[in-house]
Structures are given as structure tokens and as C-alpha cells.
């Protein structure tokens, strides 16, 4: 069995055909779903997914993009629901910052204090973590080793920072998914051997990020198996061990 850790099955590419994804992952093996808050609304999407089927859950959260429309009133209305699994995805994306200096300090600081704030707040639930860290690792690293809970969390489509290693000591878990299969993953590649064992697991962060042979077209959760595979194959450990390994890894992390 696969747990698909991070798929946007609430996304507008899946209205026609949710049902026929979902089938296609099960006929691959992957019997669990959990959707990340990225966009305050496509949350009640999300619910409503997480309700009509019983192998998703959901997570509550807003992404650094969407950081100005961070309500933690409204999301409050969603995080007691049964199927609630986890805070995020949140976190630091300085990917696509304005040009001028004193504009990158407003964007920075407003990221920063709404990352806190749900760090904070997965902390006061007990609720682990989805984090988005793109082109912030320091800063990334610095808040969550100092306001993180012990329940920690997963460093989504993990980017290969080493420093970010770190966090295994935090009860933080790595996301791996489609990139590992990109041709130019050398990096992740190279790095993907120090990651403990017991802090991997598998994510498609469908639809995006599609992994070899399929990139350019749409991803779903059925094409979790490339990434097993990949990681079976860099482990040096069957498919089959890896999946009960990353399956046992997110059923722990998530409580799932």
C-alpha cells in the first residue's frame, strides 16, 4: 500500500474525472490520500472530497503565495473535523519576490509571521506540519527549530538542503515525489541517501510535478509508483519494502 502524503485533489483539473483518478491510483496500490491546504477557496472543496471518500483526509492551512489572505478564523471552522490530519501547507517561498528591497522586507516579514502563527497553532492542536520551503531554507529552518511542537511534520517535495536534515531530530519526515525521476535531480539524488529511513515518505504534489515518463502531462496519485520506484531503486530495497516503509512512516506522522 502507498499513501499519497500531498495531491490537490481539490484542484479545478480533477471536477471531471475525481472518481476515475482515484480508481486508477487504488488499481496502483495507493489506498490513502491526504489533500494540503494551499488556497483558503478550495478548502471547503477539500472537505467535501475528504466526505465523500473514505481514503481522503485534508489538511488546513494557506501557502506563502496566499500569505495576505491568511484568516485563521475562517480556517478554524475546518481544522476540528474528523478527517483533519495536519497544519499547511505553510511555510516560505521566496521563489517570486517584488523587485525593489524595501518591498522584499514587506513580503518576507508578512510570509514569516504567517508561517509562525500556523507553526504555532499545529503546536497548541498537536497537529504535524506541512511545509512549502522554496529558496528559504535558512530562514525556514531557523522558525521551525524554534517554535515546532514534537509533533513536527513533513518537508514538502523536499528540496535537498542539507541543512534541512536537521529537522529528523524534530520528528520532521521528507516528502519525496516526482523530481527524484527528473533527469536533472542530481542534487536530490545525492542527497537522498541521508535521509533516516524512518523520515521518508511519498507524495505526488499532483497536479504538478509529474514524474518521468510522464512529465508534461497532468499528475495523479496512480504515478506514485515511479517515485517508489526510484526510491526502491536508491535505497537498494524492494518496492514492496519501500512502500511498507513509507506507508508505516505517513500512517505514524499523520495518525492515518
Known amino acids: 500500500?502507498?499513501?499519497?502524503?500531498?495531491?490537490?485533489?481539490d484542484d479545478k483539473r480533477y471536477s471531471d474525472d475525481l472518481d476515475a483518478v482515484i480508481t486508477?491510483?487504488?488499481q496502483k496500490g495507493v489506498e490513502k490520500f491526504i489533500i494540503?491546504?494551499?488556497?483558503?477557496?478550495?478548502?471547503?472543496?477539500?472537505v467535501e472530497i475528504a466526505?465523500?471518500?473514505?481514503?481522503?483526509?485534508?489538511a488546513v492551512g494557506v501557502h506563502p503565495y496566499d500569505a495576505a489572505n491568511y484568516d485563521r478564523t475562517f480556517l478554524e471552522k475546518f481544522v476540528t473535523h474528523p478527517k483533519c490530519v495536519a497544519i499547511g501547507e505553510c511555510g516560505l517561498d521566496y521563489f517570486r519576490l517584488p523587485e525593489s528591497e524595501?518591498?522584499?522586507?514587506?513580503?518576507k516579514k508578512l510570509q514569516k509571521e504567517v508561517f509562525i502563527d500556523q507553526i504555532l497553532w499545529a503546536k497548541a492542536l498537536k497537529k504535524?506540519?506541512?511545509?512549502?520551503i522554496r529558496d528559504a531554507g535558512a530562514d525556514s529552518l531557523e522558525l521551525l527549530q524554534e517554535y515546532a511542537g514534537e509533533e513536527g511534520g513533513v518537508l514538502h517535495c523536499y528540496n535537498a538542503d542539507e541543512s534541512l536534515l536537521k529537522l529528523a531530530s524534530k520528528n520532521f519526515y521528507?516528502?519525496?515525489?516526482?523530481?527524484?525521476?527528473?533527469?536533472?535531480a542530481r542534487k536530490l539524488i545525492n542527497v537522498y541517501p541521508k535521509i533516516p529511513r524512518e523520515r521518508l515518505i511519498i507524495e505526488t504534489d499532483a497536479p504538478y510535478l509529474t514524474p518521468h515518463p510522464h512529465r508534461g502531462e497532468r499528475n495523479e496519485p496512480a504515478y506514485c509508483t515511479f517515485v517508489a520506484?526510484?526510491?526502491?531503486?536508491?535505497?537498494?530495497?524492494?518496492?514492496?519494502?519501500?512502500?511498507?516503509?513509507?506507508?508505516?512512516?505517513?500512517?505514524?506522522?499523520?495518525?492515518?
Request: aromatic residues 8%; contains cysteine.
Open 1 to 9: 500500500m502507498i499513501i499519497d502524503t500531498h495531491c490537490h485533489l
Open 24 to 26: 486508477r491510483a487504488r
Open 36 to 46: 494540503p491546504g494551499a488556497d483558503p477557496e478550495s478548502l471547503e472543496r477539500a
Open 51 to 58: 466526505e465523500q471518500y473514505d481514503a481522503v483526509y485534508f
Open 102 to 107: 524595501a518591498e522584499i522586507a514587506v513580503e
Open 128 to 132: 504535524p506540519l506541512i511545509v512549502h
Open 174 to 184: 521528507y516528502g519525496i515525489g516526482g523530481v527524484l525521476t527528473f533527469k536533472n
Open 229 to 256: 520506484d526510484k526510491m526502491s531503486e536508491l535505497s537498494g530495497i524492494s518496492r514492496a519494502e519501500m512502500e511498507t516503509l513509507t506507508t508505516l512512516n505517513a500512517a505514524r506522522l499523520f495518525g492515518i
